[in-house]
């Protein structure tokens, strides 16, 4: 009357990526959140400036803490508050590494379409995080 569905070995994959590299995102983020809530690294925007400029747009409030746009804030990860992008980088970058692990997989089973739906994922994805595409935005 019933029958079992099981998931497919690159669907338990892809799960498990997901499930483990949130699991990591996460905890990064409550480590340099607790790193810059206790002060032990210091922010790049003292605490007592941020209720002045964070009611600003987006560029200003990066002019008034001196951070540069797009990747330019790799160069600022000791600061307690852009260390916290480091798990959210991590979250953001795990659909990539799926679709890499998906893409892998078809390339074994043969599956050649699904090979290149993948890598134009891979490629679409990594192109909107690269920042080449910026616009006006906010």
């Not at 891979?122 to 616009?135: M, Q």
Request: hydrophobic share 50%.
């Amino acid at each position: 009357m019933y029958t079992q569905i099981s998931a497919s070995p690159a669907q338990m994959k892809y799960a498990n990526t997901m499930y483990y590299g949130a699991l990591i995102g996460f905890v990064c983020m409550l480590v340099t959140y607790f790193l810059y809530v206790t002060g032990i690294l210091a922010p790049q925007i003292p605490l007592e400036k941020l209720p002045t400029i964070w009611t600003h747009s987006a560029a200003e409030y990066r002019a008034a803490g001196n951070i540069p746009q797009g990747w330019g804030w790799l160069a600022l990860i000791t600061k307690g508050d852009i260390a916290n992008f480091i798990g959210i980088v991590i979250l953001a970058g795990l659909t990539i590494v799926c679709y890499l692990q998906l893409a892998l997989n078809f390339i074994k089973t043969k599956e050649w379409t699904m090979v290149g739906i993948a890598i134009l994922e891979v490629l679409v994805l990594s192109l909107a995080a690269s920042g080449v595409l910026v616009s006006g935005g906010h």
